[in-house]
């Protein structure tokens, strides 16, 4: 998953920052409201984590204008603004959750996992894909029984099958998916990581379609 984290407050970004990387996702952190504007026009997001009280306007106004031009990118507010008011505010601005200040940084990931598994169609936490086992809480998967490791990049990129089953992705799209990791997208590194991650799921987990992209089996 791709996040954008808008934040002003230093020591609390770096803290959201390094616990939301440590789970697997890529994440960009920007602290004002225009740098949140312009990341927003150069890269499609799977989560905007947004803070209300920002140096130059507030997080409302770009929660309202996203949602003007019918953008669907789900939004959890981070705001020290504890009244009913402002919650009701944001929720009716098109926000998908709300958390007030100061929160426990696992109960933000809980949060982001739910949001996530109501956007992908899948309340349950733990899915199957044939013969394997994928709990979206905690990061793990298992094939018959048996725990395998995956590194961040392979999570991602299995990640952006888990969201879309049955579905064919082409090669930018599961780019897209890398690039925020630092990783150098070389014209096979796709093919690379396809591979890596067929052998250890399985042949039969990811089809290849010639020419057009992958797909993962539903069952």
Known sequence: ?????VEDTEGLGEAIRDQIADEGHAIDW???L????T??????????????MLPDGSGIDLLTDLRQR?????VIILTALDQISDRIKGLNAGADDYLVKPFDL????????????????NPNPLLTFGSLAVDLNDHTISRDGKPINLTARE???????????????SKPQLEDHLYAYGTEIESNTIEVYISRLRKKLGKEQLETVRGMGYRMKQS
């Open 1 to 5: 998953m791709r996040i954008l984290l």
């Open 30 to 32: 920007v602290q004002c």
């Open 34 to 37: 225009s740098h949140a504007e």
């Open 39 to 52: 990341s927003l026009r150069a890269t499609q997001y799977d989560l905007v984590l947004l803070d209300l």
């Open 70 to 74: 019918g953008s669907t990118t789900p």
């Open 106 to 121: 696992s109960e933000l990931s809980a949060r982001i996992s739910a949001v996530s598994r109501r956007y992908a169609g």
């Open 155 to 169: 999570w991602a990129l299995l990640e952006a099958f888990i969201q879309r089953p049955g579905t064919l992705l």
